[in-house]
């Protein structure tokens, strides 16, 4: 299926959406937060945080980090937003951009690419441009 587009087309427009299986969805969710809920797991992952955190300071770089929510159970997403955006505020890392309350704000039907895709739509994504813009770089912040 994805080695061709018109595989791919078909298989995410019509075979996927007639076998849809909510549970399915769920269940990866379900699955992720449990990830993160697991000391072994999140403990990985925020080494790799921290890796990161290394690098950049290691080229001078300014760190801006921005941490989009699960699009379909904002609410839910929060406290791995915020055990996340704790990983970078623990290293003196404070330009970060939690954007649950704008998507919790935004119709769905503009806040995702679609109901197949719940990836952030690119009238999302512009609007997060503009945030990152008047937060971090207008009026001469740096």
Do not use: C
């Not at 298989?11 to 993160?36: C, G, H, K, T, V």
Request: zero cysteines.
């Amino acid at each position: 299926v994805n080695q061709t587009y018109l595989g791919n087309f078909i298989y995410w427009r019509f075979i996927r959406p007639a076998n849809s299986d909510d549970d399915l969805y769920d269940s990866w969710w379900e699955w992720s937060y449990n990830a993160y809920d697991n000391e072994g797991i999140w403990s990985v992952h925020r080494q790799e945080i921290e890796d990161f955190i290394n690098y950049v300071e290691s080229i001078n770089a300014r760190l801006i980090v921005v941490i989009f929510p699960n699009m379909v159970d904002i609410i839910r997403s929060i406290p791995y937003i915020d055990r996340v955006a704790q990983a970078f505020e623990v290293r003196e890392h404070t330009d970060i951009l939690k954007l649950f309350d704008a998507a919790a704000a935004w119709p769905v039907d503009d806040l995702m690419v679609s109901k197949r895709d719940s990836h952030p739509s690119v009238n999302f994504h512009h609007y997060v441009g503009e945030q990152i813009y008047e937060q971090f770089f207008a009026g001469g912040a740096s």
